[in-house]
């Protein structure tokens, strides 16, 4: 289990056991089997090998093969708002589906959207590395991560000689993987080879083509041990903070911005109150900070909805909790913490899901996180509703423990004292004066995805002077995203 620092809040694991969460993280945002990253970084660190390329390159494409989607979450808003369906697009977009950037005409066309939504990408994906004390090399290749070798790539057309090779690798590598899954080998190298000497060198597509088949057999019997040895470098044998990883899971929706980190620092908290032991602390905080791993699957528009959710919809809310558990399998340290994460929206009347679990199989700690989660998300602002107060929220809990389905000791312990919604600060919270009051004031509302209008209807001040604010707190931390702001934001414990 990973440590777990009982003052402070703060908890670490291996960076490759974060890693592998946010690269399952990242293939089900992208639509893709949840072992995706993993093949696609051995088949690019066989690629890497073949190609000639040194032993820090190769560290390089096995870092940035299991991160190239660590952005995703990032831009899954811009995609809804285009597309509709951010996930369904995206699988469409990998497989090369005909028309896939139809909708995009009503927008300008592709030029007029797609650099800003890949702008946004990398930019969270090169500081996700840098959050993780990866090498320069990684950072810059995940910073540009949509390039192409013909220059024509996203988001700023960067001559080929300016773009890392691991970029090439781990694009080459990422679309044998996506089209033989889908279209089988043979057609697979015949669409990697129209795209040799645009999208990647023509000598890499020679070196693939020479050695896909035994590569893809290969694939075929490897076991997640075999990935984990196949992909792990000294660098992601550090230590970090697991809390970068509910940071990257709430990107998704900006209304849930810093949901995970109260949910699980309140359920410490609570976890306290009833007496339970350090332990238990331990992993009840690191369960609150994960449990919304499944939700990147579901769709942005389904999230987004004022009404009822149809049925169609609701079964994939319904797998939020499913997906999280599948999470532990492939994420080391982070197994039983996941496990425990899937029971967040269990009930004891047996009402809840994934599992519809029961009282008796439901454990205290399970209890705990069902409810703090209640708890943070009915104090929050969410698109169908306003925050509750306080008092109303408890006594939504308190109606809840009525009708059987949340634990009455668990109740008590959280609505106690009017107890706030916690959120530890981190050690680099005093770096909140690098910001001016009015700009983490800016920075907070436009977090949650308020546009310059809207935010300066809600500080009451001019949209000019919003918009003044936002471009000295871009220029202040050295991002140019929203997306990549809030990352940070998030990191110093401001927001």
């Known amino acids: 289990m990973p440590k777990f620092d009982i003052e402070t809040g703060q908890t670490a694991l291996r960076v490759f056991d974060s890693v592998r969460a946010l690269a399952f993280i990242g293939d089900l945002s992208m639509g893709q089997p949840t072992d995706h990253s993993l093949r696609t970084g051995w088949l690019a660190a066989r690629l890497a090998q073949a190609a000639g390329l040194d032993s820090r390159a190769c560290d390089t494409v096995r870092e940035v093969a299991l991160l190239r989607w660590s952005g995703c979450t990032a831009n899954a808003a811009g995609f809804a708002q285009v597309f509709g369906d951010d996930i369904a697009i995206r699988v469409a977009m990998l497989e090369g589906r005909p028309g896939w950037a139809e909708p995009l005409e009503a927008f300008g066309g592709a030029g007029a959207v797609m650099p800003a939504l890949a702008q946004t990408h990398c930019e969270v994906a090169g500081e996700i590395a840098r959050m993780l004390?990866?090498?320069?090399?990684?950072?810059?290749?995940?910073?540009?991560?949509?390039?192409?070798?013909?220059?024509?790539?996203?988001?700023?057309?960067?001559?080929?000689?300016?773009?890392p090779m691991p970029v090439f690798v781990v694009a080459l590598a990422g679309d044998l993987e996506i089209f033989t899954r889908a279209y089988g080998l043979e057609r697979a190298l015949g669409l990697i080879g129209q795209r040799a000497g645009t999208r990647y060198p023509g000598r890499l597509v020679e070196t693939a083509a020479r050695n896909a088949v035994g590569w893809v057999a290969e694939l075929e019997r490897a076991s997640l041990a075999d990935f984990d040895a196949a992909l792990t470098t000294s660098d992601m044998q550090r230590l970090t903070s697991a809390e970068l990883i509910a940071d990257v899971i709430d990107l998704k929706l900006p209304w849930m911005t810093g949901f995970s980190r109260a949910v699980a620092a309140t359920a410490a908290v609570c976890c306290a109150r009833l007496a339970l032991d350090e332990a238990a602390q331990a992993r009840v905080y690191h369960a609150g900070l994960i449990h919304g791993i499944g939700r990147a699957a579901v769709p942005n528009d389904v999230w987004n909805q004022h009404g009822p959710l149809a049925a169609s919809a609701?079964?994939?809310?319904?797998?939020?909790?499913?997906?999280?558990?599948?999470?532990?399998?492939?994420?080391?340290?982070?197994?039983?913490?996941?496990?425990?994460?899937?029971?967040?929206?269990?009930?004891?009347?047996?009402?809840?899901?994934?599992?519809?679990?029961?009282?008796?199989?439901?454990?205290?700690?399970?209890?705990?996180?069902?409810?703090?989660?209640?708890?943070?998300?009915?104090?929050?602002?969410r698109p169908w509703r306003a925050a509750l107060s306080t008092d109303a929220a408890a006594q939504t809990l308190r109606n809840e423990v009525a009708g059987g389905r949340l634990c009455d000791e668990v109740v008590s312990a959280l609505v106690a004292g009017d107890a706030p919604v916690v959120r530890r600060p981190t050690k680099n919270a005093s770096q909140g004066s690098l910001l001016?009051?009015?700009?983490?004031?800016?920075?907070?509302?436009?977090?949650?995805?308020?546009?310059?209008?809207?935010?300066?209807?809600?500080?009451?001040?001019?949209?000019s002077t919003v918009r003044t604010h936002v471009e000295?707190?871009?220029?202040?931390?050295?991002?140019?995203?929203?997306?990549?702001?809030?990352?940070?934001?998030s990191a110093m414990g401001w927001l």
């Open 133 to 163: 004390a990866l090498s320069s090399d990684t950072e810059a290749a995940l910073r540009n991560i949509f390039e192409a070798w013909d220059g024509a790539g996203l988001p700023a057309n960067v001559a080929r000689d300016m773009v």
């Open 314 to 381: 609701w079964e994939k809310v319904r797998l939020v909790p499913y997906w999280t558990a599948r999470a532990g399998k492939q994420t080391g340290a982070l197994g039983e913490a996941a496990e425990l994460a899937s029971y967040a929206y269990e009930r004891q009347d047996g009402s809840g899901y994934f599992r519809g679990a029961g009282d008796s199989a439901l454990p205290l700690e399970a209890r705990v996180l069902a409810a703090s989660v209640a708890w943070v998300a009915l104090r929050a602002t």
């Open 436 to 463: 001016s009051v009015r700009e983490l004031d800016v920075l907070r509302v436009i977090s949650r995805g308020a546009s310059n209008k809207e935010a300066a209807r809600e500080l009451t001040m001019s949209p």
């Open 472 to 489: 000295s707190v871009f220029r202040k931390l050295e991002c140019s995203t929203r997306a990549a702001a809030t990352l940070k934001a």
